[in-house]
């Protein structure tokens, strides 16, 4: 098993900066990627970003350009650092890993962080 705990969140006005971590423990070698998701109420949850083992990247049209994923292999820790934020990135933002191991395919979510940026 994985556990995931978020931190980081936080209020934070237009064009304010934030960075959000997501600490891994557990069976962290069986993890193939680790991505940060957000969830606004009333909507469903999407893929902000991605990281693999291998560090290849991803991270959606909306945030390309201002949010920026990494990691920390020494602290089993990725990062979700977030600037030029707005309004409409506010939003709970969980993190979830893919993980492989002896065949099975599994996802872990942790509990989530709220970002609220303001006007």
């Known amino acids: 098993q994985v556990q995931l705990v978020e931190s980081g969140g936080g209020l934070v006005q237009a064009g304010g900066s934030l960075r959000l971590s997501c600490v891994a423990s557990?069976?962290?070698?069986?993890?193939?990627?680790i991505g940060w998701y957000r969830q606004a109420p009333g909507t469903q949850r999407e893929l902000v970003a991605v990281?693999?083992?291998?560090?290849?990247?991803n991270h959606a049209d909306s945030v390309k350009g201002r949010f920026t994923i990494s990691r920390d292999n020494a602290k089993n820790t990725v990062y979700l650092q977030m600037n030029s934020l707005k309004p409409e990135d506010t939003a709970v933002y969980y993190c979830?890993?893919?993980?492989?191991?002896?065949?099975?395919?599994?996802?872990?979510w942790g509990e989530g962080t709220l970002v609220t940026v303001s006007s």
């Open positions: 990281i693999s083992d291998g560090g290849f990247t």
């Open positions: 557990g069976s962290t070698f069986s993890i193939n990627a």
């Open positions: 979830k890993a893919d993980t492989l191991f002896e065949g099975s395919v599994m996802d872990y």
